[in-house]
């Protein structure tokens, strides 16, 4: 069946060098199809006929454009509690840890890389809240590329299949539910633990404070292997001395890298 657009291989190489450019994500041959269809969207909405129609008006539109055309590209695939390993390791092995080593400062700052629709900061916020006495100062910095997802992250409201899973109690302790059960909202008392912020991270980062731990999962897949490099060294210099850094499980360091020791099931720890 012919397709409703032609996609050339010139303006396949134009688009993937632009993301490229913009975001380091590396998009093969085999993600031909998924940009073809998420791009068709745009086009579709624009009311234009073609692909090369919709670069022409990528480029004269860039301010207002661009923005949509990454937007269309990122995948954002989450849930609560994704990886679950990760949070049991949060709570059983960090949080403690924390306890002693930041007595003094009574303060801990998270940062969710790739927060895509929020699932993943409001998981941290939901294991880290009452593990701290109340007059510690915990606050989750969430950031992603895409201002799509970041505006339903913030708005932190969810249908009911999303939170399948999650355990009946923190349900009851953290959500509100709908009158017809349909959606359910994260609790104002969560929510503000939280700061949701666009941010390029292959651009300038404009976080002055360090971390204490660094989820950044499932984003460097999309990267190349240089990319990956330069970003594990800034997050080793946004990390306090033995901070950890959190990788989605398909994810890995190189043997080389030397600013982290590898703790298993994609968890590190800064050296």
């Known amino acids: 069946m012919a397709k409703e657009f032609l996609l050339t291989a010139d303006e396949f190489t134009q688009i993937t060098d632009m993301v490229y450019h913009a975001c380091g994500i590396v998009l093969g041959e085999h993600k031909k199809e998924m940009v073809y269809s998420r791009l068709a969207r745009r086009i579709r909405a624009l009311k234009l006929k073609s692909f090369s129609q919709y670069l022409a008006y990528l480029e004269t539109h860039k301010e207002q ?19 679950p390993y990760h949070f049991d390791s949060l709570k059983n ?23 895509s629709t929020g699932e993943e900061p409001y998981s941290i916020a939901m294991t880290l809240h ?49 009158k017809n059960q349909e959606t359910f909202k994260i609790k104002p008392e969560l929510r503000k633990m939280i700061s949701f912020k666009r941010l390029n991270l292959l651009q300038q980062w404009p976080m002055n404070g360090l971390f204490d731990v660094i989820f950044c999962r499932n984003v460097v897949i999309y990267f190349d292997k240089q990319t990956k490099e330069t970003l594990f060294e800034r997050y080793a210099d946004m990390l306090h001395s033995h901070g950890h850094l959190f990788l989605g499980h398909s994810e890995s360091m190189s043997k080389h890298q030397t600013c982290f020791t590898a703790l298993g099931q994609t968890m590190y720890r800064k050296r």
């Not at 454009?65 to 990886?83: G, M």
């Not at 092995?93 to 927060?115: F, H, M």
């Open 130 to 178: 009452s593990r701290f006495p109340s007059n510690w100062d915990v606050k989750i910095l969430a950031t992603d590329l895409d201002s799509n997802v970041l505006e339903k992250a913030s708005a932190g409201e969810y249908s009911a299949s999303s939170v399948t899973g999650i355990d009946d109690e923190l349900i009851k302790r953290w959500f509100l539910r709908s």
């Open 93 to 115: 092995d960090i949080i403690p840890e924390l306890l002693k080593t930041n007595s003094k400062s009574r303060r801990v700052r998270v940062w969710s890389a790739g927060c």
């Open 65 to 83: 454009e661009f923005s949509h055309f990454i937007n269309s590209i990122t995948t954002n695939l989450t849930s609560f509690f994704r990886e």
